[in-house]
């Protein structure tokens, strides 16, 4: 398949949200209390949420800046491309980087919004809701086909959870951002019957729950003082735990058509596992009384599991050791693993480097996500108007030059000293 | 090639210790205080040293047992096969399984002898050196060429180690089993200089850290609830995060002889991760500050780790991807994941199926461990005397026989709820 005739649908990436998230959809008299951003002397922009402050940082709006510049200092508004926070912008740059659609996880409330877990329930759930009316409502309507819509979880209650799953799938999403891990957070673990409603819920709505590397807020850090280095490489770990861990979980069992997307996960790694999980069941289910009703536990993996990968060659060689029904592309856009405006070329590169046919290429590309998220582009936008070519001649003219940063800090950033910091932080929280 | 012709060496086994190991080695002062082999009223035998008791637990000695036997109920001396304790006995079983020489890690001091670091460093390196004199001088003399010496550390004091890496590698001895992550136990983490000393007397006498999973003491467990198989399934976590501490450090570029074997981590998942780190050097090394002197850190991998596998066809098939000069077979007796004494069986219809020639077959089975680990059983035992079929012949006779327990156990052991039991007790230590 020729690179320009790739139709591109990204599961993974992310909203910088704007400051107006809030006015439409929250309740008057919250309106005082809700989050806001507040632009500080330093010229960085952050979230001020009762004792929290969340800032701008984990380099998480970089796209279209050198890499000499990517860090975890704080950043301002001004300096990152309108395409973060601006829906009209982020469908410019959708079409520059020749992609037809995309998932937004969100920012600045965390993966599973457990920002918005307050004493107040009512408060909270209000937040959720103008949090998913907003997202849906406006960000993703205002583009018919560009966006497959996800929601956040009211994440400290399952019932109130399960009655947000299925409000929103009333209005068309079937994404659920959730964590990898409950019981980091202090909630019950994914074992616990507690969690039921949401299963149902979920299965119910054909909402698959689309949980993203990062999601527990722990760290994969050995000691405060590996490098970072360390902590990239290892990013994907927690989301094979929490593979691992809701494979061999009476959910898996009970609610059959249970949905699970490991979000920026990567694939290379999947035919790994799936080996090791069958070999895990050879030899020790009969003390551990796993029972897959005769299944293998790979088969059972590809049947609630789908993975993802940005750019992983080793997966799409493999493809067909993970199943090709359970692979989708992600974008991961404006993050500094993304490879905007550029994934087009690289990613054709890979299928072309792996021999991959066009119905391979198709599935991986955007099929398997249609199928998996409940989203149909092509009944707002003809396939031949979906193509990287054709989006990308949509785009001619808009500036993806490469931008460096647009003022200078007032004090300068040691982006190593940065991490550092944070790693102490993160460990010290954790003692 | 021929399963009959294969030459088997195992980089990963285990001793059960006998009662007997300090009495020829430590000082009379101290034989008094020494850990003790104790017979207990419930049948089973356990290790006393100061306020530890050690069982024979952890799924450590099955080699021989029906699959419904497996668990972690504490077992008696006369429940295992003499081979995990008696060297004669482990020789004939190595025949029988085909096995021409073993690395055998310890048990009941855990895999980095944390258990003899006392209070008392003069008494705790007794200890250490005692444990290593029987090993080398006892266990492995007593059949020339059949078994890689392998010593215990002196954990808590790195110019100590060294020294006694120097002291057993003039023995001949170029194996020291470590932990995958001192900082978890309380020492400083690879990145200090603190270990500099040990790095120097490693690199200095061609010794490999042989780091094996589980040496931390950490469980991979998601929550305290999580279902015994999840552990299982995740077991080689660790040991990925200590790849990823490793190879990132300071003492890899400053070390260049320096040689790390991942014991029992398995190969399959290598391909994916020298992916992801050399991704990680391209995306963010602008700022991290790594610099490899021009080489990528898979190439750097690849210099100073070796990848070790019981059964991983995933490997075997990507053994160029991983680099056939760095993968070693393990046999892993007498531990549950252990095929003894059908391994050769396994390991020939994997090679087999992945159409692997000679030559990468002599690599993998035996070359890669004699050269890493500077082990020459060819100066002993002739090659035609070494391989599986003359190794069996020789053992012809030999009770391989399953055995199922031998006596009842005084109560009835319910495996699942002793994980439980062990799992929530983790969980609180760690809390």
Same mark, same amino acid.
């Given at each position: 398949?020729?690179?320009?005739?790739?139709?591109?649908?990204?599961?993974?990436?992310?909203?910088?949200?704007?400051?107006?998230?809030?006015?439409?959809?929250?309740?008057?008299?919250?309106?005082?209390?809700?989050?806001?951003?507040?632009?500080?002397?330093?010229?960085?922009?952050?979230?001020?949420?009762?004792?929290?402050?969340?800032?701008?940082?984990?380099?998480?709006?970089?796209?279209?800046?050198?890499?000499?510049?990517?860090? @975890?200092?704080? #950043?301002?508004?001004?300096?990152?491309?309108?395409?973060?926070?601006?829906?009209?912008?982020?469908?410019?740059?959708?079409?520059?980087?020749?992609? @037809?659609?995309?998932?937004?996880?969100? %920012?600045?409330?965390?993966?599973?919004?457990?920002?918005?877990?307050?004493?107040? %329930?009512?408060?909270?759930?209000?937040?959720?809701?103008?949090?998913?009316?907003?997202?849906?409502?406006?960000?993703?309507?205002?583009?018919?086909?560009?966006?497959?819509?996800?929601?956040?979880?009211?994440?400290?209650?399952?019932?109130?959870?399960?009655?947000?799953?299925?409000?929103?799938?009333?209005?068309?999403?079937? +994404?659920?951002?959730?964590?990898?891990?409950?019981?980091?957070?202090?909630?019950?673990?994914? /074992?616990?019957?507690?969690?039921?409603?949401?299963?149902?819920?979920?299965?119910?709505?054909?909402?698959?729950?689309?949980?993203?590397?990062?999601?527990?807020?722990?760290?994969?850090?050995?000691?405060?003082?590996?490098?970072?280095?360390?902590?990239?490489?290892?990013?994907?770990?927690?989301?094979?735990?929490?593979?691992?861990?809701?494979?061999?979980?009476?959910?898996?069992?009970?609610?059959?058509?249970?949905?699970?997307?490991?979000?920026?996960?990567?694939?290379?790694?999947?035919?790994?596992? @799936?080996?090791?999980?069958?070999?895990?069941?050879?030899?020790?289910?009969?003390?551990?009384?796993?029972?897959?009703?005769?299944?293998?536990?790979?088969?059972?993996?590809?049947? /609630?599991?789908?993975?993802?990968?940005?750019?992983?060659? @080793?997966?799409?060689?493999l493809r067909h050791d993970?199943?090709?029904?359970?692979?989708?592309?992600?974008?991961?856009?404006?993050?500094?693993? +993304?490879?905007?405006?550029?994934?087009?070329?690289?990613?054709? *590169?890979?299928?072309?480097?792996?021999?991959?046919s066009d119905s391979d290429?198709?599935?991986?590309?955007?099929? *398997?996500?249609?199928?998996?998220?409940?989203?149909?582009?092509?009944?707002?936008?003809?396939?031949?108007?979906?193509?990287?070519?054709?989006?990308?001649?949509?785009?001619?003219? /808009?500036?993806?030059?490469?931008?460096?940063? %647009?003022? #200078?800090?007032?004090?300068?950033?040691?982006?190593?000293?940065?991490?550092?910091?944070?790693?102490?932080?993160?460990?010290?929280?954790? #003692?």
């Amino acid at each position: 398949m020729q690179r320009d005739d790739l139709i591109l649908i990204s599961v993974d990436d992310h909203i910088i949200e704007p400051p107006d998230i809030f006015v439409n959809h929250l309740p008057q008299r919250y309106q005082d209390d809700a989050p806001r951003l507040v632009h500080r002397d330093d010229g960085s922009d952050v979230w001020q949420f009762r004792d929290n402050t969340v800032g701008n940082a984990a380099l998480n709006a970089v796209a279209g800046r050198p890499k000499e510049e990517y860090g @975890l200092d704080p #950043q301002g508004m001004d300096e990152i491309r309108p395409g973060c926070y601006d829906v009209h912008e982020r469908v410019k740059d959708m079409n520059a980087g020749g992609v @037809l659609a995309q998932m937004n996880f969100p %920012s600045f409330p965390g993966f599973s919004a457990r920002m918005f877990a307050t004493e107040d %329930s009512d408060f909270s759930l209000a937040l959720v809701r103008a949090y998913n009316d907003w997202h849906i409502d406006e960000w993703c309507a205002a583009y018919p086909g560009r966006f497959i819509p996800m929601a956040l979880p009211a994440i400290w209650d399952a019932e109130l959870c399960a009655a947000e799953v299925r409000r929103v799938a009333a209005k068309g999403c079937h +994404s659920l951002t959730f964590t990898e891990n409950p019981a980091v957070l202090g909630y019950p673990s994914f /074992h616990h019957e507690y969690w039921n409603p949401l299963w149902r819920a979920l299965s119910d709505t054909d909402t698959v729950m689309s949980v993203h590397i990062g999601s527990s807020g722990r760290l994969a850090i050995p000691a405060v003082d590996s490098p970072p280095d360390v902590m990239i490489t290892l990013q994907p770990m927690n989301l094979v735990s929490a593979a691992a861990d809701l494979l061999w979980s009476r959910p898996i069992k009970d609610f059959p058509d249970l949905k699970i997307a490991l979000s920026e996960g990567g694939t290379g790694w999947i035919p790994y596992f @799936l080996e090791r999980v069958d070999r895990t069941f050879e030899m020790h289910s009969t003390w551990t009384l796993q029972d897959f009703g005769g299944k293998l536990p790979s088969e059972v993996f590809r049947e /609630h599991f789908l993975t993802c990968f940005i750019t992983d060659s @080793l997966g799409v060689k493999l493809r067909h050791d993970i199943g090709i029904d359970n692979i989708a592309w992600e974008g991961d856009y404006p993050h500094s693993d +993304s490879l905007w405006p550029d994934a087009p070329e690289q990613l054709h *590169n890979v299928l072309e480097s792996c021999s991959v046919s066009d119905s391979d290429a198709r599935k991986m590309t955007h099929e *398997n996500a249609m199928r998996w998220y409940s989203f149909d582009p092509f009944a707002h936008i003809p396939r031949e108007q979906a193509t990287v070519g054709a989006l990308r001649k949509a785009a001619e003219g /808009h500036d993806v030059s490469i931008r460096s940063r %647009s003022r #200078q800090l007032t004090e300068p950033v040691d982006k190593l000293e940065a991490f550092r910091a944070r790693a102490r932080a993160a460990t010290a929280a954790a #003692q």
